[in-house]
Nanobody, 115 residues
Framework: QVQLVESGGGLVQPGGSLRLSCAASGRIFAITYMCWYRQAPGKQRDLVATITSGCSTNYADSVKGRFTISRDNVLNTVYLQMNSLKSEDTDVYYC?????????WGQGDQVTVSS
């Protein structure tokens, strides 16, 4: 089992920044890559960013140039630095850890961008 605990969400004004954290514990050696997703009420969960064990990254077009995914292998934590936030970035953000046998999810963290 892998446990994921997210933190860092909240309310921010348009143009502001937030940093989400996802601390992993348990069978972390089985994780091949980690992702951040986001979901609005009544909508599908969309992939935001991915980082592999080798630190290769990939981003959704909507966040390229504004969001940065990174990882600290000592702390077993993945981060999502979100800059130049827009109202349309308002969502619940979920951390995801992928292993060959299953996916693991964090509890979700609300990010609200509003003046």
């Amino acid at each position: 089992q892998v446990q994921l605990v997210e933190s860092g969400g909240g309310l921010v004004q348009p143009g502001g920044s937030l940093r989400l954290s996802c601390a992993a514990s348990g069978r972390i050696f089985a994780i091949t890559y980690m992702c951040w997703y986001r979901q609005a009420p009544g909508k599908q969960r969309d992939l935001v960013a991915t980082i592999t064990s080798g630190c290769s990254t990939n981003y959704a077009d909507s966040v390229k140039g504004r969001f940065t995914i990174s990882r600290d292998n000592v702390l077993n934590t993945v981060y999502l630095q979100m800059n130049s936030l827009k109202s349309e970035d308002t969502d619940v953000y979920y951390c995801n850890a992928h292993s060959p046998t299953r996916n693991y999810w964090g509890q979700g963290d609300q990010v609200t961008v509003s003046s």
